[in-house]
């Protein structure tokens, strides 16, 4: 299987490649982008840092489906727990995402965050890993809002903790997931809360929540087919 791995932020990037020994000789010259090429198990692996945000999120998905015929893309990173019951360095399997600042509803009569083409406001992830992978893992399933901002209003994190039981929020998933449906191919994203919407928080603890992280991210490697 050909899986495209991305990453957001230069702190994912480089605990991925700790984690599976990537050296530089795997690095493929791909401007603008910087990928790594490798092969584990019966997968052949390529991993792209995208940079924040949902245009870097959904070119860099687009850009490894096309060049290098993806079957499956992994989303990896650190996110913001919405809530105190989210403790830091929890490890989540996202099952839907939410654009919540996504909004035609003053034009086409749908709800606020609804995107064109789905029945409500969640943008599914794909199932038929997410069953496997929470019941192998032991990995709770969630709610993911996405959008491109770093969330610390407490309306809005109300908003979307009480009106859309989110727990978490990130600035990548929803854009991913929209890639890959629309290229009818897989995505599982599973996420780590480095902090609870506090941007300190996030700092002091990116580095060890990626790092266990990517450990999570090599067993899901040895159970999909």
């Known amino acids: 299987m050909n899986i495209g791995v991305i990453l957001a932020t230069e702190k994912e990037y480089s605990s991925f490649k700790k984690e599976f020994n990537i050296k530089e000789e795997n690095k493929i010259n791909d401007f603008p982008f910087e990928i790594v090429n490798f092969n584990y198990l019966n ?17 860099s998905a687009q850009y490894l489906i096309d060049k290098y015929n993806i079957d499956l893309i992994l989303n990896i990173g650190a ?9 830091k360095n929890t490890i989540l399997l996202v099952k839907n995402a939410l654009y919540y600042d996504f909004d035609l509803s003053l034009i086409d009569g ?20 997410i069953d496997l992978l ?18 610390a209003d407490k309306t809005l994190i109300n908003h979307l903790v009480n009106d859309f039981k989110c727990e978490i929020c990130d600035m990548e998933v929803v854009a991913e997931t929209l890639i890959a449906i ?7 994203s599973i996420k ?4 609870n919407v506090d941007a300190n928080e996030y700092e002091e603890n990116a580095l060890s929540s990626n790092e266990k992280l990517m450990k999570e991210a090599r067993k899901i490697f040895e159970l999909i087919r």
């Open 79 to 87: 996110c913001g727990g919405l809530t105190s019951d989210t403790p």
């Open 192 to 195: 780590i809360v480095s902090d």
């Open 43 to 59: 997968h052949s692996v390529y991993v792209l840092n995208s940079d924040i945000g949902l245009i870097n999120a959904s070119s």
């Open 110 to 129: 749908v709800k606020p965050a609804q995107y064109p083409g789905f029945k409500d406001e969640f943008i599914p992830l794909s199932r038929k890993y």
């Open 134 to 151: 929470s019941e192998k893992l032991n990995l709770n399933t969630i709610n993911c809002a996405s959008g491109d901002k770093f969330i």
């Open 182 to 188: 629309k290229n009818k191919i897989d995505i599982i």
